[in-house]
Protein backbone atom coordinates (compact mmCIF):
# COMPACT_ATOMS: atom_id res chain seq x y z
CA UNK A 1 0.00 0.00 0.00
CA UNK A 2 2.69 2.41 0.59
CA UNK A 3 4.49 1.93 -2.66
CA UNK A 4 1.15 3.34 -4.63
CA UNK A 5 1.51 5.29 -7.33
CA UNK A 6 1.18 9.04 -6.32
CA UNK A 7 -1.44 9.29 -9.02
CA UNK A 8 -3.20 6.62 -7.66
CA UNK A 9 -3.07 8.24 -4.12
CA UNK A 10 -4.53 11.23 -4.89
CA UNK A 11 -7.57 9.57 -6.58
CA UNK A 12 -7.70 7.20 -3.54
CA UNK A 13 -7.02 10.28 -1.00
CA UNK A 14 -10.08 12.79 -2.69
CA UNK A 15 -12.42 10.30 -2.65
CA UNK A 16 -11.69 10.13 1.23
CA UNK A 17 -11.37 13.70 1.70
CA UNK A 18 -14.88 13.22 3.30
CA UNK A 19 -13.14 10.90 5.95
CA UNK A 20 -10.94 12.94 7.74
CA UNK A 21 -9.91 10.84 10.19
CA UNK A 22 -8.71 8.52 7.51
CA UNK A 23 -6.88 11.31 6.24
CA UNK A 24 -5.21 12.75 9.11
CA UNK A 25 -3.75 9.01 9.73
CA UNK A 26 -2.61 9.13 5.84
CA UNK A 27 -0.26 11.70 7.10
CA UNK A 28 1.84 9.26 9.66
CA UNK A 29 2.58 7.06 7.14
CA UNK A 30 5.41 8.15 4.93
CA UNK A 31 6.95 11.38 3.25
CA UNK A 32 5.18 10.64 0.33
CA UNK A 33 1.51 9.99 1.90
CA UNK A 34 1.88 12.79 3.47
CA UNK A 35 2.79 15.29 0.51
CA UNK A 36 0.21 13.94 -0.88
CA UNK A 37 -2.79 14.11 1.45
CA UNK A 38 -1.62 17.79 2.86
CA UNK A 39 -3.02 19.55 -0.25
CA UNK A 40 -6.39 17.75 -0.21
CA UNK A 41 -6.59 18.85 3.61
CA UNK A 42 -5.98 21.92 3.18
CA UNK A 43 -8.32 22.90 -0.16
CA UNK A 44 -11.04 23.02 2.86
CA UNK A 45 -9.15 23.49 6.32
CA UNK A 46 -12.12 24.48 8.33
CA UNK A 47 -14.41 21.33 7.39
CA UNK A 48 -13.34 19.10 9.69
CA UNK A 49 -15.22 17.31 12.93
CA UNK A 50 -12.33 18.67 15.03
CA UNK A 51 -12.63 21.39 18.22
CA UNK A 52 -10.69 24.01 16.36
CA UNK A 53 -10.35 26.33 19.82
CA UNK A 54 -8.65 23.03 21.46
CA UNK A 55 -6.86 20.85 19.00
CA UNK A 56 -3.52 22.39 20.60
CA UNK A 57 -4.01 25.60 17.87
CA UNK A 58 -2.11 23.70 15.12
CA UNK A 59 -4.18 25.60 12.60
CA UNK A 60 -4.37 29.24 14.49
CA UNK A 61 -0.42 28.71 14.89
CA UNK A 62 -0.04 27.87 11.35
CA UNK A 63 -1.95 30.99 10.03
CA UNK A 64 -0.19 33.09 12.45
CA UNK A 65 3.58 32.20 10.87
CA UNK A 66 2.76 33.79 8.06
CA UNK A 67 2.30 36.86 9.64
CA UNK A 68 5.18 39.29 8.68
CA UNK A 69 7.53 40.64 12.00
CA UNK A 70 5.82 44.14 12.10
CA UNK A 71 2.38 42.50 12.38
CA UNK A 72 3.26 39.93 14.75
CA UNK A 73 5.04 42.95 16.89
CA UNK A 74 1.99 45.38 16.81
CA UNK A 75 -0.81 42.50 17.74
CA UNK A 76 1.93 41.15 20.36
CA UNK A 77 1.61 45.04 21.73
CA UNK A 78 -2.09 44.81 21.73
CA UNK A 79 -2.24 42.24 23.93
CA UNK A 80 -2.69 39.36 21.22
CA UNK A 81 -1.14 35.92 22.52
CA UNK A 82 0.95 34.49 19.58
CA UNK A 83 2.92 31.22 19.07
CA UNK A 84 6.50 31.42 19.66
CA UNK A 85 8.28 31.08 16.46
CA UNK A 86 11.16 28.82 15.49
CA UNK A 87 13.53 30.09 12.50
CA UNK A 88 12.59 27.16 10.78
CA UNK A 89 10.93 27.48 7.81
CA UNK A 90 7.44 25.40 7.48
CA UNK A 91 7.42 22.05 5.32
CA UNK A 92 4.40 23.16 3.07
CA UNK A 93 3.03 26.19 2.01
CA UNK A 94 0.00 25.52 3.25
CA UNK A 95 -2.18 28.51 2.68
CA UNK A 96 -1.11 27.73 -1.06
CA UNK A 97 -3.50 24.90 -0.96
CA UNK A 98 -6.40 26.17 0.75
CA UNK A 99 -9.29 27.46 -1.80
CA UNK A 100 -11.79 28.25 1.10
CA UNK A 101 -13.05 30.23 3.78
CA UNK A 102 -15.47 29.65 6.22
CA UNK A 103 -15.98 32.75 8.57
CA UNK A 104 -17.18 31.07 11.66
CA UNK A 105 -14.14 28.58 12.08
CA UNK A 106 -11.88 31.73 11.90
CA UNK A 107 -13.38 33.29 14.48
CA UNK A 108 -13.06 30.31 16.74
CA UNK A 109 -9.40 29.85 15.93
CA UNK A 110 -8.82 33.62 16.23
CA UNK A 111 -10.21 33.90 19.79
CA UNK A 112 -7.20 31.31 21.02
CA UNK A 113 -5.33 34.50 20.11
CA UNK A 114 -7.29 36.44 22.96
CA UNK A 115 -10.93 36.64 24.35
CA UNK A 116 -10.98 40.49 23.61
CA UNK A 117 -13.83 41.50 20.51
CA UNK A 118 -11.55 44.06 19.25
CA UNK A 119 -8.09 42.01 19.50
CA UNK A 120 -10.14 39.48 17.24
CA UNK A 121 -11.27 41.58 14.99
CA UNK A 122 -8.03 42.68 14.19
CA UNK A 123 -6.43 39.29 14.03
CA UNK A 124 -9.70 38.13 11.76
CA UNK A 125 -8.55 41.20 9.46
CA UNK A 126 -4.77 40.02 9.05
CA UNK A 127 -5.45 36.42 8.46
CA UNK A 128 -8.43 37.36 5.94
CA UNK A 129 -5.77 39.99 3.77
CA UNK A 130 -2.97 36.70 4.41
CA UNK A 131 -5.47 35.09 2.43
CA UNK A 132 -5.89 37.20 -0.42
CA UNK A 133 -2.32 37.09 -0.94
CA UNK A 134 -1.34 33.47 -0.66
CA UNK A 135 -4.85 31.50 -1.87
CA UNK A 136 -4.44 30.63 -5.72
CA UNK A 137 -8.13 30.75 -5.82
CA UNK A 138 -10.99 30.88 -3.68
CA UNK A 139 -13.82 28.00 -4.68
CA UNK A 140 -15.66 28.39 -1.30
CA UNK A 141 -16.57 30.62 0.58
CA UNK A 142 -19.14 30.51 3.91
CA UNK A 143 -19.46 34.45 5.11
CA UNK A 144 -22.26 33.07 7.84
CA UNK A 145 -21.32 35.72 10.70
CA UNK A 146 -18.94 37.73 8.75
CA UNK A 147 -17.93 41.34 9.86
CA UNK A 148 -15.21 42.52 7.74
CA UNK A 149 -15.47 43.47 4.01
CA UNK A 150 -12.77 41.29 2.47
CA UNK A 151 -13.94 42.12 -1.21
CA UNK A 152 -12.04 44.85 -0.68
CA UNK A 153 -8.69 43.86 0.04
CA UNK A 154 -6.48 45.16 -3.08
CA UNK A 155 -6.50 41.07 -4.83
CA UNK A 156 -9.69 40.33 -3.92
CA UNK A 157 -11.14 40.71 -7.11
CA UNK A 158 -8.49 38.05 -8.65
CA UNK A 159 -9.71 35.46 -5.75
CA UNK A 160 -13.71 35.89 -5.66
CA UNK A 161 -13.97 35.73 -9.34
CA UNK A 162 -13.21 31.87 -9.20
CA UNK A 163 -15.82 31.67 -6.64
CA UNK A 164 -18.08 28.59 -7.09
CA UNK A 165 -20.25 27.82 -3.57
CA UNK A 166 -21.32 30.35 -1.09
CA UNK A 167 -23.06 29.95 2.07
CA UNK A 168 -24.93 33.29 4.03
CA UNK A 169 -27.54 34.64 5.50
CA UNK A 170 -29.85 37.56 5.50
CA UNK A 171 -28.62 38.97 8.63
CA UNK A 172 -25.72 40.39 6.75
CA UNK A 173 -25.64 44.06 6.01
CA UNK A 174 -26.95 44.25 1.73
CA UNK A 175 -23.66 46.31 1.52
CA UNK A 176 -21.63 42.50 1.55
CA UNK A 177 -23.69 41.63 -0.63
CA UNK A 178 -23.67 44.76 -3.43
CA UNK A 179 -19.73 44.09 -3.07
CA UNK A 180 -20.07 40.33 -4.00
CA UNK A 181 -22.28 41.15 -7.03
CA UNK A 182 -19.90 43.13 -8.71
CA UNK A 183 -16.85 40.71 -8.86
CA UNK A 184 -18.59 37.06 -7.90
CA UNK A 185 -20.52 36.57 -11.17
CA UNK A 186 -19.94 32.87 -12.20
CA UNK A 187 -21.37 31.27 -8.30
CA UNK A 188 -22.57 27.82 -9.31
CA UNK A 189 -23.69 26.57 -5.52
CA UNK A 190 -25.99 29.58 -3.64
CA UNK A 191 -26.97 28.32 -0.52
CA UNK A 192 -29.19 31.35 1.80
CA UNK A 193 -30.50 31.24 5.54
CA UNK A 194 -33.32 33.74 6.15
CA UNK A 195 -33.13 34.75 9.75
CA UNK A 196 -33.38 38.02 11.08
CA UNK A 197 -32.98 39.98 7.19
CA UNK A 198 -32.14 43.77 6.98
CA UNK A 199 -33.24 43.59 3.79
CA UNK A 200 -33.48 41.34 0.42
CA UNK A 201 -32.40 43.42 -1.94
CA UNK A 202 -28.66 43.28 -1.84
CA UNK A 203 -29.22 39.37 -1.85
CA UNK A 204 -31.38 40.00 -4.74
CA UNK A 205 -28.98 41.83 -6.45
CA UNK A 206 -26.30 38.81 -5.97
CA UNK A 207 -28.81 36.31 -7.08
CA UNK A 208 -29.44 38.09 -10.42
CA UNK A 209 -25.73 38.79 -11.28
CA UNK A 210 -25.14 35.42 -11.89
CA UNK A 211 -24.54 33.83 -15.36
CA UNK A 212 -23.97 30.39 -14.20
CA UNK A 213 -26.10 29.62 -11.46
CA UNK A 214 -26.89 25.27 -10.89
CA UNK A 215 -27.97 25.11 -7.55
CA UNK A 216 -30.22 26.95 -5.21
CA UNK A 217 -30.92 26.48 -1.74
CA UNK A 218 -33.34 29.14 0.59
CA UNK A 219 -34.10 27.93 4.28
CA UNK A 220 -36.64 29.80 5.77
CA UNK A 221 -35.43 30.09 9.74
CA UNK A 222 -38.44 31.48 11.42
CA UNK A 223 -42.27 32.13 9.97
CA UNK A 224 -41.84 35.77 11.08
CA UNK A 225 -39.46 36.87 8.24
CA UNK A 226 -41.34 36.45 4.87
CA UNK A 227 -38.72 36.99 1.76
CA UNK A 228 -39.84 39.20 -0.75
CA UNK A 229 -40.75 38.74 -4.45
CA UNK A 230 -37.84 40.48 -5.34
CA UNK A 231 -35.77 37.06 -4.22
CA UNK A 232 -37.82 34.84 -6.86
CA UNK A 233 -37.35 37.12 -9.51
CA UNK A 234 -34.19 37.77 -9.14
CA UNK A 235 -33.50 33.47 -9.50
CA UNK A 236 -35.82 33.97 -12.53
CA UNK A 237 -32.30 35.28 -14.54
CA UNK A 238 -31.41 32.38 -14.14
CA UNK A 239 -33.99 29.59 -15.17
CA UNK A 240 -31.47 28.51 -18.62
CA UNK A 241 -29.22 27.44 -15.77
CA UNK A 242 -30.32 26.43 -12.76
CA UNK A 243 -30.70 22.86 -12.52
CA UNK A 244 -31.37 22.39 -8.34
CA UNK A 245 -34.03 24.41 -7.03
CA UNK A 246 -34.22 23.75 -2.83
CA UNK A 247 -37.41 25.81 -1.63
CA UNK A 248 -37.96 25.89 1.97
CA UNK A 249 -40.54 28.36 2.72
CA UNK A 250 -42.53 28.33 5.31
CA UNK A 251 -44.82 31.45 3.72
CA UNK A 252 -45.55 31.29 -0.18
CA UNK A 253 -46.88 34.40 -2.39
CA UNK A 254 -48.33 34.76 -5.79
CA UNK A 255 -45.15 34.96 -6.97
CA UNK A 256 -44.17 31.47 -6.98
CA UNK A 257 -46.39 29.58 -8.93
CA UNK A 258 -45.35 32.19 -12.14
CA UNK A 259 -41.32 32.04 -11.61
CA UNK A 260 -41.66 28.54 -11.03
CA UNK A 261 -42.77 26.87 -14.34
CA UNK A 262 -40.08 28.96 -15.76
CA UNK A 263 -37.30 27.74 -14.67
CA UNK A 264 -37.50 24.68 -17.18
CA UNK A 265 -34.17 22.77 -16.00
CA UNK A 266 -34.29 21.51 -13.35
CA UNK A 267 -32.90 17.86 -12.49
CA UNK A 268 -33.86 18.70 -8.54
CA UNK A 269 -36.94 19.77 -6.94
CA UNK A 270 -37.63 20.47 -3.38
CA UNK A 271 -40.72 22.92 -2.70
CA UNK A 272 -43.88 23.46 -1.42
CA UNK A 273 -46.48 23.37 -3.54
CA UNK A 274 -48.86 24.56 -1.18
CA UNK A 275 -50.43 27.48 -3.06
CA UNK A 276 -50.48 26.21 -6.46
CA UNK A 277 -54.03 25.78 -8.04
CA UNK A 278 -54.26 22.38 -11.10
CA UNK A 279 -53.72 25.03 -13.96
CA UNK A 280 -50.66 25.93 -12.49
CA UNK A 281 -49.02 22.81 -11.61
CA UNK A 282 -49.98 21.37 -14.91
CA UNK A 283 -47.65 24.48 -16.27
CA UNK A 284 -44.52 23.50 -14.40
CA UNK A 285 -43.73 20.93 -17.13
CA UNK A 286 -39.56 19.11 -16.13
CA UNK A 287 -38.00 16.93 -18.93
CA UNK A 288 -34.79 16.44 -17.07
CA UNK A 289 -36.25 16.04 -13.61
CA UNK A 290 -34.52 13.42 -11.70
CA UNK A 291 -35.18 14.25 -7.97
CA UNK A 292 -38.84 15.34 -6.61
CA UNK A 293 -39.45 16.08 -2.94
CA UNK A 294 -43.17 17.19 -1.53
CA UNK A 295 -44.54 17.02 1.26
CA UNK A 296 -47.56 14.33 1.94
CA UNK A 297 -50.34 16.55 1.26
CA UNK A 298 -49.02 17.56 -1.62
CA UNK A 299 -49.72 14.36 -2.97
CA UNK A 300 -51.98 15.73 -5.78
CA UNK A 301 -49.22 18.26 -7.20
CA UNK A 302 -46.23 15.80 -6.75
CA UNK A 303 -48.90 13.28 -9.44
CA UNK A 304 -48.77 15.94 -12.24
CA UNK A 305 -45.57 16.87 -12.07
CA UNK A 306 -44.26 13.50 -12.13
CA UNK A 307 -47.16 12.72 -14.95
CA UNK A 308 -45.44 15.69 -16.80
CA UNK A 309 -41.84 14.72 -16.01
CA UNK A 310 -39.81 13.07 -18.95
CA UNK A 311 -39.18 9.80 -17.22
CA UNK A 312 -35.83 10.26 -15.34
CA UNK A 313 -37.20 10.64 -12.11
CA UNK A 314 -34.73 8.52 -9.92
CA UNK A 315 -36.00 9.56 -6.27
CA UNK A 316 -38.70 10.20 -4.97
CA UNK A 317 -38.92 11.35 -1.40
CA UNK A 318 -41.96 12.95 1.08
CA UNK A 319 -41.17 14.99 3.92
CA UNK A 320 -41.73 13.63 7.50
CA UNK A 321 -45.27 13.95 7.95
CA UNK A 322 -48.28 13.41 10.49
CA UNK A 323 -51.40 12.26 9.28
CA UNK A 324 -54.11 14.66 10.90
CA UNK A 325 -56.11 16.44 8.41
CA UNK A 326 -57.22 15.38 5.09
CA UNK A 327 -58.04 11.81 5.13
CA UNK A 328 -60.18 11.76 2.51
CA UNK A 329 -58.51 13.12 0.01
CA UNK A 330 -54.98 11.22 1.27
CA UNK A 331 -56.80 8.11 -0.09
CA UNK A 332 -57.42 9.11 -3.23
CA UNK A 333 -54.64 11.07 -4.41
CA UNK A 334 -51.97 8.10 -2.66
CA UNK A 335 -53.73 5.86 -5.16
CA UNK A 336 -53.34 8.25 -8.04
CA UNK A 337 -49.62 8.71 -6.80
CA UNK A 338 -48.30 5.46 -6.76
CA UNK A 339 -50.33 4.65 -10.54
CA UNK A 340 -48.16 7.71 -12.03
CA UNK A 341 -45.24 6.25 -10.61
CA UNK A 342 -45.61 3.07 -11.69
CA UNK A 343 -46.19 4.65 -15.45
CA UNK A 344 -43.83 6.85 -15.70
CA UNK A 345 -40.88 6.30 -13.60
CA UNK A 346 -39.54 3.76 -15.02
CA UNK A 347 -36.15 4.33 -13.90
CA UNK A 348 -36.60 5.03 -10.31
CA UNK A 349 -34.32 3.91 -7.86
CA UNK A 350 -35.27 5.81 -4.10
CA UNK A 351 -39.13 5.86 -3.48
CA UNK A 352 -41.32 6.91 -0.66
CA UNK A 353 -44.61 6.13 -0.54
CA UNK A 354 -47.41 6.78 1.77
CA UNK A 355 -50.67 4.63 1.38
CA UNK A 356 -53.97 3.27 3.15
CA UNK A 357 -54.01 -0.62 3.62
CA UNK A 358 -57.28 -1.04 0.97
CA UNK A 359 -56.64 -3.80 -1.54
CA UNK A 360 -56.82 -1.08 -4.16
CA UNK A 361 -53.62 0.62 -3.00
CA UNK A 362 -52.33 -3.15 -2.23
CA UNK A 363 -52.56 -3.90 -6.11
CA UNK A 364 -51.08 -1.00 -7.19
CA UNK A 365 -47.87 -1.04 -4.99
CA UNK A 366 -48.03 -4.55 -6.30
CA UNK A 367 -47.75 -3.71 -9.45
CA UNK A 368 -45.29 -0.67 -9.17
CA UNK A 369 -43.16 -2.91 -7.84
CA UNK A 370 -43.10 -5.21 -10.88
CA UNK A 371 -42.31 -2.23 -13.25
CA UNK A 372 -39.67 -0.50 -11.02
CA UNK A 373 -36.94 -2.89 -10.76
CA UNK A 374 -34.56 -0.08 -10.53
CA UNK A 375 -35.44 0.63 -6.88
CA UNK A 376 -32.47 0.51 -4.48
CA UNK A 377 -34.53 2.19 -1.42
CA UNK A 378 -38.26 1.40 -0.63
CA UNK A 379 -39.92 3.51 2.14
CA UNK A 380 -43.12 2.38 2.85
CA UNK A 381 -45.36 4.63 5.13
CA UNK A 382 -49.20 2.75 6.08
CA UNK A 383 -51.38 4.50 7.69
CA UNK A 384 -55.07 3.17 8.50
CA UNK A 385 -57.64 6.36 8.69
CA UNK A 386 -60.44 3.69 9.80
CA UNK A 387 -58.94 3.06 13.01
CA UNK A 388 -61.07 0.74 15.26
CA UNK A 389 -59.33 0.18 18.47
CA UNK A 390 -60.49 -2.69 19.76
CA UNK A 391 -59.57 -4.31 16.39
CA UNK A 392 -56.32 -3.02 15.96
CA UNK A 393 -53.92 -5.20 17.30
CA UNK A 394 -55.72 -7.72 14.17
CA UNK A 395 -55.68 -5.36 11.88
CA UNK A 396 -51.59 -4.63 12.48
CA UNK A 397 -50.84 -7.92 12.26
CA UNK A 398 -52.92 -8.46 8.96
CA UNK A 399 -51.30 -5.62 7.25
CA UNK A 400 -47.58 -6.39 7.66
CA UNK A 401 -48.10 -9.64 6.52
CA UNK A 402 -49.44 -8.36 3.52
CA UNK A 403 -47.12 -6.17 2.80
CA UNK A 404 -44.35 -8.56 3.06
CA UNK A 405 -46.01 -11.28 0.87
CA UNK A 406 -46.24 -8.69 -1.82
CA UNK A 407 -42.62 -7.25 -1.35
CA UNK A 408 -41.78 -11.21 -1.86
CA UNK A 409 -43.97 -11.43 -4.87
CA UNK A 410 -42.93 -8.74 -7.11
CA UNK A 411 -39.33 -7.87 -5.19
CA UNK A 412 -37.18 -5.52 -7.49
CA UNK A 413 -34.12 -7.11 -8.58
CA UNK A 414 -31.36 -4.38 -7.20
CA UNK A 415 -33.07 -3.54 -3.42
CA UNK A 416 -30.68 -2.99 -1.13
CA UNK A 417 -32.96 -0.99 1.83
CA UNK A 418 -36.38 -1.01 2.78
CA UNK A 419 -38.08 1.14 5.38
CA UNK A 420 -41.21 0.21 7.36
CA UNK A 421 -43.01 2.90 8.92
CA UNK A 422 -46.72 2.92 10.47
CA UNK A 423 -49.75 1.03 10.99
CA UNK A 424 -47.84 -2.50 10.63
CA UNK A 425 -46.71 -5.59 13.12
CA UNK A 426 -44.87 -7.70 11.52
CA UNK A 427 -45.29 -11.59 13.60
CA UNK A 428 -42.51 -14.27 13.85
CA UNK A 429 -43.58 -16.22 11.59
CA UNK A 430 -44.54 -13.99 9.01
CA UNK A 431 -41.31 -11.96 9.64
CA UNK A 432 -39.26 -15.64 9.21
CA UNK A 433 -41.04 -16.56 6.10
CA UNK A 434 -40.00 -12.94 4.62
CA UNK A 435 -36.72 -13.45 5.44
CA UNK A 436 -35.99 -16.64 4.30
CA UNK A 437 -37.66 -15.70 0.67
CA UNK A 438 -34.90 -12.80 0.84
CA UNK A 439 -31.77 -15.36 0.00
CA UNK A 440 -28.91 -13.45 -1.73
CA UNK A 441 -30.18 -9.52 -1.56
CA UNK A 442 -28.10 -8.91 2.02
CA UNK A 443 -31.06 -6.12 2.53
CA UNK A 444 -31.14 -3.38 5.28
CA UNK A 445 -34.48 -3.29 7.34
CA UNK A 446 -35.05 0.41 8.69
CA UNK A 447 -38.24 -0.33 11.43
CA UNK A 448 -40.38 2.37 12.86
CA UNK A 449 -43.80 1.86 13.79
CA UNK A 450 -46.45 3.42 15.89
CA UNK A 451 -46.72 0.43 18.14
CA UNK A 452 -42.27 -0.71 18.17
CA UNK A 453 -41.95 3.14 18.79
CA UNK A 454 -43.70 2.55 22.03
CA UNK A 455 -43.26 -1.82 22.80
CA UNK A 456 -40.11 -2.24 20.66
CA UNK A 457 -41.32 -5.87 19.87
CA UNK A 458 -37.97 -6.76 17.33
CA UNK A 459 -35.79 -6.29 20.70
CA UNK A 460 -37.80 -9.37 22.52
CA UNK A 461 -35.27 -12.22 22.58
CA UNK A 462 -37.22 -14.82 19.47
CA UNK A 463 -36.92 -11.54 17.63
CA UNK A 464 -33.46 -11.03 17.97
CA UNK A 465 -32.17 -14.68 17.63
CA UNK A 466 -34.19 -15.06 14.43
CA UNK A 467 -32.70 -11.62 13.35
CA UNK A 468 -29.24 -12.87 14.35
CA UNK A 469 -29.65 -15.54 12.52
CA UNK A 470 -30.25 -14.43 8.99
CA UNK A 471 -27.75 -11.66 9.59
CA UNK A 472 -25.24 -14.62 10.17
CA UNK A 473 -26.11 -15.99 6.50
CA UNK A 474 -26.13 -12.85 4.94
CA UNK A 475 -29.28 -12.23 4.12
CA UNK A 476 -29.30 -9.35 6.28
CA UNK A 477 -26.96 -7.08 6.38
CA UNK A 478 -28.90 -4.85 8.76
CA UNK A 479 -32.42 -4.88 10.65
CA UNK A 480 -33.06 -1.87 13.37
CA UNK A 481 -35.72 0.03 14.38
CA UNK A 482 -35.35 3.86 14.86
CA UNK A 483 -36.85 6.56 15.58
CA UNK A 484 -39.69 8.03 12.98
CA UNK A 485 -37.22 10.77 12.00
CA UNK A 486 -34.38 8.63 11.29
CA UNK A 487 -36.55 6.38 9.08
CA UNK A 488 -38.14 9.15 7.25
CA UNK A 489 -34.88 10.99 6.45
CA UNK A 490 -33.56 8.50 4.00
CA UNK A 491 -30.09 10.86 4.07
CA UNK A 492 -29.45 8.83 7.15
CA UNK A 493 -27.09 5.88 6.36
CA UNK A 494 -28.02 2.69 7.87
Known sequence: MSKLNEDILILIFEELQDDSKSLFSCLMINRIWCETVIPILWKNPWCYDIDYRNNKGYLFNIIASYLSDDIKEFLTRQGTKLPSFSNKSLLFDYLSFCRSINVSTIRIITSIGSSLAYNQFILQQEFYRLFMKKFPELKYLDMKFIRHQIFYFPEARFRFESLCELRCDTSIDSSYFYGLAQICQYIQRLIIININPNDYHGIAELIGAQKNLKYFEWRDDDDLYVPGPEILLALEKNANSINHLVLYFMHIDHTLPKVLPKLHKLKTLITNFSNFNE????????????????????????????????????????????????????????????????????????????????????????????????????????????????????????????????????????????????????????????????????????????????????????????????????????????????????????
Not at 315 to 342: A, G, H, T
Not at 413 to 435: A, C, H, M, P, Q
Open 279 to 494: EQLKKCVYRDLEILKIEHYNLEAASIIIENSGGHLKKILLEPFEFEDNVDSFVEDSLVFIRNVRKNCPSIECLSLAFSPSEEHYAEIEELLKVCQNLKLLLLVIFDHTYEESFYDEKVLEYGEILLKILISSKPTNIKEIRFYGDFKFSLEVLEEFLRKWEGCAISILISSYISSHNNIYEEEDYKKLIDNYKNNGIIKDFRSESYMDVMNVEFKV
